[in-house]
C-alpha cells in the first residue's frame, strides 16, 4: 500500500456524510416512536441512551476486527443502509401488525447503533495505516463527525421530515448509506477482497433503497391503511404534524399525529359544546379568538350568532387550514366557515399571538389538542392562561379543551386547577361524543362576585334562538355534573406551569394505563 496511491479526502468526505446519516436514523426513530405511542421527552431519551450505548458497543467489538479493513467497512455500510433504509417500514409494521413495538423498536436502536460505533474506529484505523500522523488523523476524522452530525441534525428537520415524511427520507438516506460503499469500493478497489462479490450486493440493496423510495407514498398508505379502522383517504406529513383523514359511508374522520380530532357524524355535540356555552355567558360577542380549530368547525358554530363582527382564528399549521378550506369533504362540515370574510387565519404559535397582542376579545375559544408533548403541554400551562386573562374582556368567557375525564381524570382536573391559578372562576363541564367517550372543557370567567356557583352558570345559559342539534336546556344540569370515577384530588395535582410540566405525566399516564 503506497501513499501515493491513498485519497485521504474521498474518506474525509465519507465521514461526514454517514454521520450526518447516523444523526438522521437516530432522530427518525425517536420522532416516529413519538409519533406511534407519545411521551416525546420519553422517546427521545431512550432512543439517544440507548444509541450512544450502541455506539460504545460497536467501537468495542471494531478491536475484534484485525484485516480487511476496508471490506469491513464496506459490509458496515451496506448494513447500516438497509437497516436504516427500512426503519421507518419496520417501525411501521410492528406498530400495526404486532403487539411488541417496543422490542423491535430497542432492537433496532442496538442494531444501528453498533453498526455505527463501527464507523469512526475502522475509518480511523485505515487512515492511520495509510497516513501515520495519528494526531491529524484524529482531529480531522472528528471534525468532519461532528459537522456531519450537525449537518444531519438540521436536514432532517427544516427539509427532510415535513417535504419527505418518514418513509421517503429512511429510504433516501438507507440509499446515501449504500453509495458511500459504492464510493469506497469504487475508490479503493486494490484493497478490497471480495470486489465482485460487493458489486452483486450493492447492486441489489440500492435496487431496493431506490424501488422504496419512488413507492414509499403507496408503501405508507398500505402499511397506514392497517393503522386506522377505515379507510385513508388522505395523508400528508406537514411541517408541523401527520393528517390522515379517513372515511367510512359517510363517516369522515379527521386525525392529526395519529389522534383523533372528530368524526363527522358527531362532531356537532363537541363543537356545539366548545361554543355556545362561552358565548352564551359573553356580555358581548362581537369579537371572537379560536386558538387551534383549524379545520373551521368551531367558527361554523361561532357564525350562528349575527352579532359576531370579526373572528381571529390562531393555528399554527397553514397546511391544516387550507385542507379544510379546500378539501370537499370537510367544506361540507365546516360549511365554508374558513372562507368567510368575518374571518382573520393568522397562522402563528397561539403562545406566541397572545404574547404580542394587545386586543381584548369577548370571547376566548382554546381548541388544542391534547397535551401529549412538550410543545402542546406550553399551551397549557398557567403563564398560558396569563396571557388569556390579559386578552379577554372583563364581561367576556373563555373556554379551553380539557381531555377526557373519565379515561384522565388528573390531566382533566389538573387544566382545571392551572386555570384557577389565574385568577379565573371555572366551571368544569363534559358530554358524550361517540367517537371519543366522554370528553371535557373548562368554562372560564373572570373572577367576580356574582354568578359564582355551577347552577347560577349553567341556569344563566340561554342558546336564544340559535339552532343547535345537541344542547338545550335540559342537558345541561347533567353537563355540569361529574361522577365519582370522573373527579380527581386537586389538592394532590400540581398547577401544570413551563419549569414543572405536570400535565404531560398525568396525561402520559392515563394513556399507557388505557393501552
Avoid at 56 to 69: E, H, N
Wanted: net charge negative.
Amino acid at each position: 500500500m503506497e501513499e501515493k496511491n491513498f485519497n485521504y479526502k474521498i474518506l474525509m468526505l465519507t465521514t461526514l456524510i454517514i454521520s450526518g446519516c447516523s444523526i438522521i436514523y437516530e432522530v427518525l426513530i425517536s420522532a416516529i416512536s413519538s409519533y406511534l405511542i407519545g411521551d416525546s421527552i420519553k422517546q427521545f431519551s431512550i432512543t439517544i441512551g440507548l444509541y450512544m450505548f450502541a455506539m460504545g458497543m460497536g467501537s468495542y467489538i471494531s478491536k475484534y476486527i484485525k484485516d480487511k479493513l476496508f471490506d469491513w467497512l464496506i459490509r458496515v455500510e451496506l448494513s447500516v443502509g438497509i437497516f436504516g433504509g427500512l426503519s421507518s417500514v419496520i417501525l411501521f409494521s410492528a406498530n400495526a401488525y404486532l403487539s411488541s413495538y417496543t422490542i423491535v423498536m430497542l432492537f433496532l436502536i442496538v442494531i444501528i447503533g453498533i453498526l455505527v460505533g463501527l464507523e469512526i474506529p475502522l475509518l480511523t484505523r485505515i487512515m492511520e495505516e495509510n497516513k501515520s500522523n495519528l494526531s491529524v488523523t484524529l482531529s480531522n476524522i472528528f471534525s468532519f463527525d461532528y459537522i456531519g452530525g450537525l449537518v444531519g441534525s438540521i436536514v432532517f428537520p427544516l427539509l427532510l421530515l415535513p417535504q419527505l415524511g418518514y418513509f421517503t427520507t429512511s429510504f433516501l438516506v438507507g440509499s446515501v448509506n449504500i453509495l458511500v460503499a459504492i464510493l469506497i469500493l469504487l475508490s479503493y478497489k486494490e484493497y478490497i477482497f471480495n470486489y465482485e462479490k460487493f458489486k452483486y450486493i450493492m447492486a441489489v440493496f440500492l435496487t431496493i433503497m431506490v424501488l422504496g423510495t419512488f413507492f414509499s407514498e403507496d408503501l405508507s398508505k398500505t402499511i397506514e391503511d392497517k393503522m386506522y379502522r377505515d379507510k385513508v383517504i388522505y395523508s400528508k406529513q406537514t411541517e408541523y404534524q401527520r393528517i390522515v383523514m379517513t372515511k367510512y359511508k359517510d363517516d369522515v374522520r379527521l386525525f392529526l399525529d395519529g389522534n383523533i380530532q372528530f368524526g363527522s357524524r358527531d362532531e356537532y355535540r363537541y363543537h356545539e359544546a366548545l361554543v355556545h356555552i362561552p358565548i352564551s355567558l359573553a356580555k358581548n360577542k362581537e369579537n371572537i379568538l379560536i386558538l387551534g380549530g383549524g379545520d373551521g368547525l368551531a367558527a361554523r358554530e361561532v357564525l350562528k350568532y349575527n352579532e359576531v363582527k370579526n373572528i381571529t382564528l390562531v393555528d399554527l399549521d397553514k397546511d391544516m387550514v387550507e385542507l379544510c378550506k379546500t378539501n370537499n369533504h370537510i367544506v361540507a362540515l365546516n360549511e365554508g366557515s374558513l372562507s368567510n370574510k368575518k374571518l382573520h387565519v393568522i397562522n402563528n404559535d397561539a403562545f406566541k399571538y397572545l404574547e404580542n397582542s394587545s386586543e381584548l376579545y369577548d370571547v376566548i375559544i382554546v381548541d388544542l389538542p391534547d397535551p401529549n408533548n412538550e410543545t402542546l403541554n406550553k399551551l397549557y400551562t398557567n403563564l398560558f392562561y396569563r396571557l388569556c386573562y390579559r386578552n379577554l374582556n372583563e364581561d367576556g368567557a373563555m373556554v379551553v379543551q380539557s381531555t377526557s375525564p373519565y379515561s384522565a381524570p388528573k390531566a382533566f382536573w389538573c387544566i382545571k386547577k392551572t386555570i384557577e391559578s389565574e385568577g379565573f372562576d371555572v366551571y368544569p363541564y363534559h358530554l358524550q361524543v361517540p367517537s371519543f367517550g366522554d370528553w371535557g372543557f373548562n368554562l372560564a370567567i373572570k373572577s367576580s362576585s356574582n354568578n359564582t356557583k355551577k347552577e347560577a352558570i349553567y341556569k344563566s345559559i340561554d342558546f336564544g334562538d340559535t339552532k343547535l342539534k345537541y344542547l338545550n336546556e335540559d342537558v345541561l344540569p347533567g353537563m355540569f355534573s361529574f361522577s365519582e370515577d370522573e373527579k380527581a384530588d386537586t389538592s394532590e395535582l400540581d398547577v401544570n406551569s413551563l419549569s414543572n410540566p405536570k400535565l404531560i405525566e398525568y396525561y402520559q399516564k392515563a394513556v399507557e394505563e388505557w393501552n
